[in-house]
């Protein structure tokens, strides 16, 4: 893996080894909730700086999707925390996230053109394998409250689709030289 890319994965890979608490126990449902809003701000910020650097129509119209799909996805979540009275709690994975999307965006914050476009998908493609990785092994079997469970599940196949499409500008960037 390129030396840019793993210190900006590095946040997400620790998503998906969520880390056990209280004897062998996954993260609990405020931990739960810290994580997913983290994961999704990770990516709307990656994707509005994709939005504004990019030259390519395709990276453009995909870095605006992730800013609209994963603001859609925190709004939800950030609701549904409010009506069950429930205070996202910071946790190290939630703030592991968050150190590495800053090292991922300043990063990207040094690149232009194609390879700017290549290390923003490459980055998304890793990314969402990730989240997805967490989803199924840790955030849905761990949450509690079936709400929030429910939520967790709803939006697992936005993040599969987000995963094929930037498989799919992958293989095109890699055709096109990028």
């Known amino acids: 893996m390129k030396p840019m890319l793993s210190a900006a994965l590095a946040g997400a890979l620790v998503l998906a080894s969520v880390p056990c608490h209280a004897q062998g126990a996954g993260p609990t449902d405020p931990q739960i909730a810290a994580i997913v809003v983290t994961a999704n701000q990770v990516d709307i910020d990656a994707g509005r700086l994709a939005a ?38 910071d946790n190290p994975t939630s703030k592991s996230l968050e150190q590495g999307g800053e090292a991922n965006v300043a990063n990207l914050k040094k690149m232009e053109g194609k390879r700017f476009d290549k290390a923003y998908i490459d980055h998304e493609v890793i990314y969402h394998v990730t989240v997805l990785d967490a989803l199924d092994k840790t955030l849905i079997p761990s949450a509690q409250n079936a709400e929030l469970k429910a939520l967790l599940v709803e939006v697992r196949p936005a993040f599969v689709a987000h995963l094929e499409h930037a498989r799919q500008l992958q293989a095109s960037l890699e055709k096109s030289g990028g």
């Open 52 to 89: 504004s650097k990019t030259r390519t129509k395709d990276v453009k119209a995909f870095a605006d999707q992730m800013i609209a799909d994963h603001s859609g996805v925190n709004k939800a979540a950030t609701d549904l925390v409010h009506r069950l009275g429930v205070k996202p709690e």
